[in-house]
DNA sequence: AAAAACAGGTTGTCAGACAACATGGAGACA
DNA sequence: TGTCTCCATGTTGTCTGACAACCTGTTTTT
């Protein structure tokens, strides 16, 4: 694997299309119900060729967001017939909205983690103390070892989900972490910079350790909640997005 | 509308195809990092245009599945690469699988109801009475009351994840509880038809929402967690499905 | 009045062409 | 021998045009 990545290449045109529609239908500018234009219509618009737009328009099927009718049109479909989530980038432009992303984290890592706790193994407890001491050998580094850091703490919560020994939990996890901690990582370098803090999060991060390690489900469940809301907190405020 | 619904239309080749690429993808036939068939060579193996083909890879594109770069091929990306949580038909296949999707629908609705709690308006808490009263009516009804009791069942917890206050939970449970209900329609049904446990099902929804109205947010959680962990074990026994 | 036929419009699929990109190999040159 | 440039080949991305299949509303036939 190279040191460094490949540079990003350009969005397709279906990946722009994609994109305007869906955010079209995310924020009400076309409502349930509503038809889109037709496909040939969008594609003039767009200026675009059709297979363009029936690229982009497949993509919001299959997400349920929209349905269409052979000879009739493309609809925009009820919120209850959505078939995927998606982290919109919608979570990262106002505070509140990053507030509930967050909350809905922490909601799900504190079940991981109570689960963690009733089916952990000796080798999960040791991954978690080596990342443990990793985040806090790496505090020791200073701005040199913030990336260290961000990745020791990254690799001790995901054991956790791994521990749970829930799939789907760990799958939503890493979906959400990964976009968060990309979406996030100026702020959270940061963060993870301010030293008056640190000794506390450590704490917290130890917390959890030994609430799973001695299998005690809702220690566990509580203090991986206390350190995510307070970590939701510090992300927020550092992030300093606008109110509404 | 109609009373009747309209009939379900054959689903398209696009549909059928990108199914049938991500069902590869997700039992481990096509690895990470392995190169799919090239867009020519897959139109030919299922009998289908090449603009048909680009329609479905384009969904798993959209969904991370699938990484492609022009000039050179698709290949299977990373999990960690994922951009949208699906629930997988894989899900109601196995008991463990199962269980564990309804688990994860446990975790959230359990988070859900701890912030209604907290969150939770008078008009909330009414909309809930209701909704109990009428699953406690349209017991009596017997097995002609069925659908209502679980509609009001459906519109109880709704209602809580309203009360959360979180964009995302609501959206989320709404996909989960939407699709579990569609695939578990009749396994749910013959369990709202069990006398013998009915009142205790009441008693647990009666717990949820008095911890609600009371505005104590764990007893709330653990009041939710109590019923569905339950209602989990029910419905994946009337199931029955092969274990592994 | 009811049923069948027709016209027009839209999505679904197909085929072919070319642009843009990527890779590997051959040849030229220092 | 090592490095650089160019070319050939292969693949994805986009475009164009055509027709099948479906849908709806109107007109014609029974």
Redesign the interface.
């Known amino acids: 694997m190279d040191s460094f990545t490949r540079l990003s ?1 350009r969005p397709s045109l ?1 990946d722009d299309v ?1 994109q305007k529609l869906s955010r079209m239908i995310l924020e009400g500018d076309l409502a349930a119900g509503e038809q889109l234009p037709t496909e040939q219509s969008l594609a003039e618009s767009f200026g675009v060729a059709r ?1 363009v737009v ?3 328009v ?2 919001l099927k ?2 349920g967001l929209v349905d269409s ?2 000879g009739v049109g493309a609809f925009v479909a009820e ?9 919109s980038p919608a ?1 990262f432009e106002k505070r509140q ?1 990053l507030l ?2 967050l ?2 984290r ?3 890592t ?2 991981a983690a109570g ?1 963690a706790a009733l089916h952990r193994s000796d080798a999960d407890i040791g991954f978690m103390e080596k990342s443990y001491r990793n985040m806090e050998s790496s505090l020791l580094a200073g701005d040199e070892g913030t990336e260290k850091h961000l990745l020791a703490e990254r690799a001790f919560y995901q054991r956790i989900a791994e521990a749970s020994g ?4 760990k ?2 996890l ?2 959400l972490d ?2 968060i901690d990309m979406e996030l990582r100026s702020v959270a370098i940061k963060n993870a910079r301010v030293t008056e803090w640190s000794s506390e999060v450590l704490s917290e991060h130890m917390a959890v350790l030994e609430a799973i390690r001695r299998q005690d489900e809702n220690a566990a469940s509580q203090a991986v909640r206390y350190h995510y809301t307070l970590a939701a907190q510090r992300l927020a405020d550092r992030a300093d997005l606008a109110d509404t």
């Not at 017939?81 to 982290?87: E, G, L």
């Not at 829930?166 to 939990?169: D, G, H, K, V």
């Open positions: 290449r279906a994609s297979t029936r690229e982009a497949s993509r299959h997400d009718r052979q919120p209850s017939a959505r078939s995927a989530f998606r982290i979570c909205k509930e992303i909350q809905l922490t909601g799900i504190s079940e689960l829930n799939q789907y939990i799958e939503f890493s979906m990964t976009r």
